[in-house]
């Protein structure tokens, strides 16, 4: 899956004096349906996560709190993303390893995927993962 096809998506809005509303519908704002939902937090400064692929999992990443950069990876080129806006997420396709990192004190990374969890689906070592990668 070329890595042009990973896109900032804007997501739905809602302002009001009392605090702002996003929603998330699969199927209309995002181009799957939900499966599983996780989230990040807490995660130590200097610390990085993902350091991975999948074969066929659809993402959208959003930064519901805080900041931080995802570096997504084709296999032949690499793209950063700076996510810091809760109405806004990050559309990650099958066959792109990502990296995310810097992120900010009290950052919330949530995160909406298309399968249930299923370790067969990774790629853990990035070797395997660029092997796989060019025969696309």
Same mark, same amino acid.
């Given at each position: 899956?070329? $890595? #042009? ?5 804007? $997501? ?9 509303? @996003?929603? !998330?519908?699969? =199927?209309?704002? !995002? ?14 400064? =200097?610390?990085? %996560?993902?350091?991975?692929?999948? %074969? ?24 950063? &993303?700076?996510? #810091? /806006?809760?109405?806004?997420? $990050? ?9 995310? @990192? /810097? &992120? +900010?004190?009290?950052?919330?990374? &949530?995160?909406?995927? +298309? ?11 990035? *070797?395997? &993962?660029?092997?796989? *990668?060019?025969?696309?």
């Amino acid at each position: 899956m070329p $890595l #042009n096809e990973c896109q900032i998506i804007k $997501l739905p809005k809602i302002s009001d004096p009392r605090g702002n509303l @996003t929603f !998330i519908e699969g =199927g209309a704002h !995002i181009p799957f349906e939900i499966k599983r939902v996780y989230y990040l937090y807490d995660v130590p400064g =200097g610390a990085e %996560r993902g350091a991975h692929g999948h %074969r066929e999992l659809r993402q959208l990443i959003v930064a519901v709190s805080g900041s931080f950069d995802v570096i997504l990876n084709d296999g032949k080129k690499k793209k950063n &993303f700076h996510l #810091n /806006n809760p109405s806004e997420g $990050l559309l990650v396709c099958p066959m792109i390893w990502r990296d995310i @990192t /810097n &992120f +900010s004190s009290g950052s919330v990374c &949530f995160v909406l995927a +298309s399968k249930e969890y299923d370790e067969e689906d990774y790629y853990r070592d990035y *070797a395997s &993962f660029l092997i796989d *990668a060019v025969k696309q």
